[in-house]
T-cell receptor
Framework: SAVISQKPSRDICQRGTSLTIQCQVDSQVTMMFWYRQQPGQSLTLIAT?????????ESGFVIDKFPISRPNLTFSTLTVSNMSPEDSSIYLC???????????????FGPGTRLTVL | GNSVTQMEGPVTLSEEAFLTINCTYTATGYPSLFWYVQYPGEGLQLLLKATKADDKGSNKGFEATYRKETTSFHLEKGSVQVSDSAVYFCALSDGGSNYKLTFGKGTLLTVNP
């Protein structure tokens, strides 16, 4: 499986500011995703990060609030903009496919970024 | 649309007890089914998966069988350990080219010595 890292692992931010989270994979992957896990809740897909083009957002999530970049097949960023306390969550990236292991439909997750907004 | 219904928690067991966490799904086509585990303070780890009917996924003593006739993928372990304490998520991927995962709400398992 791919080795996935996220930066930062956690942060405490002030209301109205923005935070950019990085996701790095050790091999080229077909797809990358960003999820949100609110306290005590399950995971909700925010968007699919598309290499070289705009991300595909799920219902309820918009680019102005969660801009996403994916400049290549191993790296993506998620920005949480104009934060409020309701944005306090764990943000996780995940990847599918590619790599020396060959084609697979299994998603592997990064360790997550724990965000607290005051 | 797709959906996953998981047994509500929390579940509290004594060490060496038998574990079952129920999971049923609704999906079109032929989904792949997964169990993920989240240990305290950590991200999600893939526990096991099954990609077609009657497949059995297994890992670390956990098992789950893909039952198309009952649209279920129940997680079982014969003898739990304290180290199994975690949140368990059932999920499905609809097998299309988008690979999106639909998650259940998660079940918190606590195993006491």
């Amino acid at each position: 499986s791919a080795v996935i890292s996220q930066k930062p692992s956690r942060d405490i931010c002030q209301r109205g500011t923005s935070l950019t989270i990085q996701c790095q994979v050790d091999s080229q992957v077909t797809m990358m995703f960003w999820y949100r896990q609110q306290p005590g809740q399950s995971l909700t897909l925010i968007a699919t990060a598309n290499q070289g083009s705009e991300a595909t957002y799920e219902s309820g999530f918009v680019i102005d609030k969660f801009p996403i970049s994916r400049p290549n097949l191993t790296f993506s960023t998620l920005t949480v903009s104009n934060m409020s306390p309701e944005d306090s969550s764990i943000y996780l990236c995940s990847v599918v496919g590619g790599g020396l292991a060959g084609y697979t439909d299994t998603q592997y997750f990064g360790p997550g970024t724990r965000l607290t907004v005051l | 649309g797709n959906s996953v219904t998981q047994m509500e928690g929390p579940v509290t067991l004594s060490e060496e007890a038998f574990l079952t966490i129920n999971c049923t799904y609704t999906a079109t086509g032929y989904p792949s089914l997964f169990w993920y585990v989240q240990y305290p303070g950590e991200g999600l780890q893939l526990l096991l998966k099954a990609t077609k009917a009657d497949d059995k996924g297994s890992n670390k003593g956990f098992e789950a069988t893909y039952r198309k006739e009952t649209t279920s993928f129940h997680l079982e372990k014969g003898s739990v350990q304290v180290s199994d304490s975690a949140v368990y998520f059932c999920a499905l991927s609809d097998g299309g080219s988008n690979y999106k995962l639909t998650f259940g709400k998660g079940t918190l398992l606590t195993v006491n010595p």
